[in-house]
């Protein structure tokens, strides 16, 4: 069955840096859009960033462009998602999701097929 397996959350400081991956497998991952997203508590879940199949696309909420990067390997079956001048605000728990490339967009959770267990990013200030 489709596995997507976040990693790389943890505790930072503001303005710090972390980087989650997400290793996928059971699926043909080039054939795939990946992306983020994410839920602090008390909030619904937001979208955070998205690539395209071939990864020649890239997709950014407004609250995070210019601070957060994310790629694929499409040999490693794996997307990340760099994250840098961490806020407070960036503290919640992110998932990793997986749509389909084919007549979807990217920004709702409606366009992707399958999500990972999330991982928790702590923000302190």
């Known amino acids: 069955q489709v596995q997507l397996v976040e990693s790389g959350g943890g505790l930072v400081q503001a303005g710090g840096s972390l980087r989650l991956s997400c290793a996928a497998s059971?699926?043909?991952?080039?054939?795939?859009?990946m992306g983020w997203f994410r839920q602090a508590p008390g909030k619904e879940r937001e979208f955070v960033a998205a690539?395209?199949?071939?990864?020649?696309?890239?997709y950014y909420g407004d609250s995070v462009k210019g601070r957060l990067t994310i790629s694929r390997d499409n040999i490693k079956n794996t997307v990340y998602l760099q994250m840098n001048s961490l806020k407070p605000d960036d503290t919640a728990v992110y998932y990793c999701?997986?749509?389909?490339?084919?007549?979807?967009?990217?920004?709702?959770?409606?366009?992707?097929?399958?999500w990972g267990q999330g991982t928790p990013v702590t923000v302190s200030s």
């Open positions: 999701v997986a749509g389909y490339r084919f007549g979807r967009s990217v920004y709702s959770t409606n366009d992707y097929d399958y």
């Open positions: 059971g699926l043909t991952f080039s054939y795939y859009n």
């Open positions: 690539i395209t199949w071939n990864g020649d696309s890239t």
